[in-house]
Nanobody
Framework: QVQLVESGGGLVQAGGSLRLSCTAS????????MGWFRQAPGKEREFLAT????????SYADSVKGRFTISRDNAKNTVDLQMNSLKSEDTAVYSC????????????WGQGTQVTVSS
């Protein structure tokens, strides 16, 4: 089992920045990949960014490429999402997820943290 807890959400003005953090606990040795997602009211969950736990290889959705940066700290078991140049359309609940064990999809999810961007 892997537990994920997000932190760092809040209210920010358009053009500002926020840094989200996801702390993993439990069987972290089984984690292969971590990702960040978001879901705005009335919309589908959207993939934002992913990073491999060991090698740090990253990939981003086009909607956030160049504005968001994902990083990990294996010593602290954290994965961060640095969000810059925020827009009102970035308002959503942001969640981190983990692929742990021999699976091909994200099988552990955090509870989410609200990010609200005011225009």
């Amino acid at each position: 089992q892997v537990q994920l807890v997000e932190s760092g959400g809040g209210l920010v003005q358009a053009g500002g920045s926020l840094r989200l953090s996801c702390t993993a606990s439990g069987r972290t040795v089984s984690i292969y990949r971590m990702g960040w997602f978001r879901q705005a009211p009335g919309k589908e969950r959207e993939f934002l960014a992913t990073i491999t736990w060991s090698g740090g290889d990253t990939s981003y959705a086009d909607s956030v490429k160049g504005r968001f940066t994902i990083s990990r700290d294996n010593a602290k078991n954290t994965v961060d999402l640095q969000m810059n140049s925020l827009k009102s359309e970035d308002t959503a609940v942001y969640s981190c997820a983990a692929r742990a064990g021999r699976v091909f999809s994200y099988n552990y999810w955090g509870q989410g943290t609200q990010v609200t961007v005011s225009s």
